[in-house]
């Protein structure tokens, strides 16, 4: 063995550690060089997977909430019956006083109308609201009175076949019951339906609601879209 390789031995095993650290910082500066020359490689999107099966996933994807809002929409009352012509008239008791009643033949009050229709015509609610009350008296035969709501009370009658019970809660257009000739006092007019609205306790003339000129205001919640 030279003289040389002895030095370079005798070095290499005096300065082990040295070596190691140096060669350590050599590998650590390549590895920072390589990764700092990496061309700038745009991200790759992550593919679309189909779902042909249409099977659900396990990805549950949060659905967004719907938002509601309100709005104010007008609900009308409706003709509570299909009718031929309109018989004894309301008598308001400032312009119209009396009216003839054939069956008893004499001149008097009458707090609502009469409008005549085929014996068995469906009478239905006119606006949603609670029954008050179910009667069957001789003077006006069958009766049904429904509370509408908004102070407003109407008592229909001269029925036949009553559908409805004492605090049934009944829909806007809901049957309750057909048109007959059992309002003993205004048998002579035939086959009608007498209808009496209250409003706050007094009588008003109900042709307006039967006309569908009276409304309601009520809030409704939709969807905001
Ligand atoms: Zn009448």
Redesign the pocket.
């Given at each position: 063995m030279s003289n040389n390789q002895n030095k370079f031995v005798k070095f290499v095993k005096n300065n082990v550690a040295l070596l190691l650290i140096a060669f350590c910082a050599v590998a650590i500066f390549a590895v920072v060089l390589a990764v700092g020359l990496q061309p700038d490689v745009p991200p790759i999107d992550e593919p679309v997977v189909n779902n042909p099966d249409n099977t659900p996933s396990d990805d549950v994807t949060p659905q967004p909430t719907p938002v509601i809002k309100t709005e104010i929409v007008k609900v009308y009352y409706q003709c509570p019956l299909v009718y031929e012509n309109e018989?004894?008239g309301y008598t308001d008791g400032k312009d119209v006083l009396f009216v003839y009643n054939s069956t008893l033949n004499v001149w008097k009050t009458?707090e609502?109308?009469?409008l005549i229709a085929d014996e068995g015509t469906a009478v239905c609610a006119m606006y949603e609201g609670t029954v008050l009350d179910v009667t069957e008296t001789y003077g006006m035969g069958g009766a049904v009175t429904i509370d509408h709501g908004n102070g407003v009370v109407a008592t229909y009658?001269?029925l036949s076949n009553v559908q409805v019970v004492k605090g049934q809660v009944v829909d806007k257009g809901e049957k309750i019951a057909l048109v007959s000739t059992s309002?003993s006092?205004?048998f002579v007019?035939g086959d009608?339906l007498?209808?009496e609205v209250t409003k706050d306790g007094k009588h008003v003339d109900p042709m307006p609601y039967v006309n569908g000129e009276i409304y309601n205001q009520k809030e409704v919640k939709v969807p905001n879209n």
């Open positions: 018989g004894m009458h609502g109308v009469d009658a001269s309002a006092y205004e007019d009608h007498h209808l």
